[in-house]
T-cell receptor, first 112, second 109 residues
Framework: SQTIHQWPATLVQPVGSPLSLECTVE??????LYWYRQAAGRGLQLLFY??????ISSEVPQNLSASRPQDRQFILSSKKLLLSDSGFYLC???????????FGEGSRLTVL | GQSLEQPSEVTAVEGAIVQINCTYQ??????LSWYQQHDGGAPTFLSY????GLEETGRFSSFLSRSDSYGYLLLQELQMKDSASYFC??????????FGKGTMLLVSP
């Protein structure tokens, strides 16, 4: 069966520090992968999606970037975090004609 | 772009029926999905409507009217564990899903 893992689960970072969140999918090949962000009490905002290795589409301009170095690995990065980057970051892959999203456990980031 | 509107909060008692509405504006509409998210957890898929009409999955049903750009999620025989946030989401392109801001459902005894 397919599984999706994210790490770290929780992190607290100072403003201006770098960020790297990792997402790995198992049990499937060439998945479409997504990074969403959810601010406290808010909806899910699509940040990036990838249809294959090295292929990244950005939905929202910001100081974040994404990379897909391997088929089943998706990384979210920042060189310098802002306070507004705090939130719950969710990696997901899509399955089926309905576009059903399967989410990872999420990474909760607090920028101080 | 896409935009979705859903109520921010709904309250109900155990055993009751509740309906969460969702209206959307989008181009290139493919379908409407619903997700459930418990506090602190990740969203999980509930249902998908690609065509007009009602889809039923156990206690949950979802409805879509493409001509009205409207859908709803119906939850029957409410249980305490149904307390969660519910998101409608529009599939408006091959690769992306746009979510509403979510409806927090509070179920009381």
């Amino acid at each position: 069966s397919q599984t999706i893992h994210q790490w770290p689960a929780t992190l607290v970072q100072p403003v201006g520090s770098p960020l790297s969140l990792e997402c790995t999918v198992e049990g499937t090949s060439n998945p479409n992968l997504y990074w969403y962000r959810q601010a406290a009490g808010r909806g899910l905002q699509l940040l990036f999606y990838s249809v294959g290795i090295g292929q990244i589409s950005s939905e929202v301009p910001q100081n974040l970037s994404a990379s897909r170095p391997q088929d089943r690995q998706f990384i979210l990065s920042s060189k310098k975090l802002l306070l507004s980057d705090s939130g719950f970051y969710l990696c997901a892959w899509v399955s089926g004609s309905a576009g059903e999203l399967f989410f990872g456990e999420g990474s909760r980031l607090t920028v101080l | 772009g896409q935009s979705l509107e859903q109520p921010s909060e709904v309250t109900a008692v155990e055993g009751a029926i509740v309906q969460i509405n969702c209206t959307y504006q989008t181009s290139g509409f493919y379908g409407l999905s619903w997700y459930q998210q418990h506090d602190g957890g990740a969203p999980t898929f509930l249902s998908y409507n690609g065509l007009d009409g009602l889809e039923e999955t156990g206690r949950f049903s979802s409805f879509l009217s493409r001509s009205d750009s409207y859908g709803y999620l119906l939850l029957q025989e409410l249980q305490m564990k149904d307390s969660a946030s519910y998101f409608c989401a529009v599939k408006a392109g091959y690769s992306t899903l746009t979510f509403g801001k979510g409806t927090m459902l509070l179920v009381s005894p």
